[in-house]
Nanobody, 126 residues
Framework: VQLQASGGGLVQAGDSLKLSCATP????????VGWFRQAPGKEHVFVAA????????YYSDSVKGRFTIFKDNDSNTVYLQMNNLKPEDTAVYFC????????????????????RGKGTQVTVSS
């Protein structure tokens, strides 16, 4: 199973970006899909997750109110809409999946995610 993440780029503070993560669809119905990010020289940090079934989502405090995770059922794509971006959001963003609840995914380390896609770079200039 491959998770294909895309949509990163270079933007200015206050701008928006939308990341995409293509998933296998119904095979992931009992999974949560989410995003971790890794800033230069730092550990992977949880950002947001949602249940593929649509039953719930969870966000880190640092992005709550600015980022929204949602799913397009027709394309089986999970999106991370990022608004009001800040320089501290600069990182490589990774799409992940695991058979667990979104809140649980938020408490687990990145290394325990069952599926981990290649990252996409987000750079926010001040």
């Amino acid at each position: 199973v491959q998770l294909q993440a895309s949509g990163g780029g270079l933007v200015q503070a206050g701008d928006s970006l939308k990341l995409s993560c293509a998933t296998p669809g119904r095979a992931f119905i009992t999974y949560s899909v989410g995003w971790f990010r890794q800033a230069p020289g730092k550990e992977h940090v949880f950002v947001a997750a949602m249940a593929v079934s649509g039953r719930g989502s969870y966000y880190s405090d640092s992005v709550k109110g600015r980022f929204t995770i949602f799913k397009d059922n027709d394309s089986n794509t999970v999106y991370l809409q990022m608004n009001n971006l800040k320089p501290e959001d600069t990182a490589v963003y990774f799409c992940v999946a695991r058979r667990t609840a979104p809140q649980t995914m938020g408490r687990l380390p990145y290394s325990t995610m069952t599926y981990r896609g290649k990252g996409t770079q987000v750079t926010v200039s001040s």
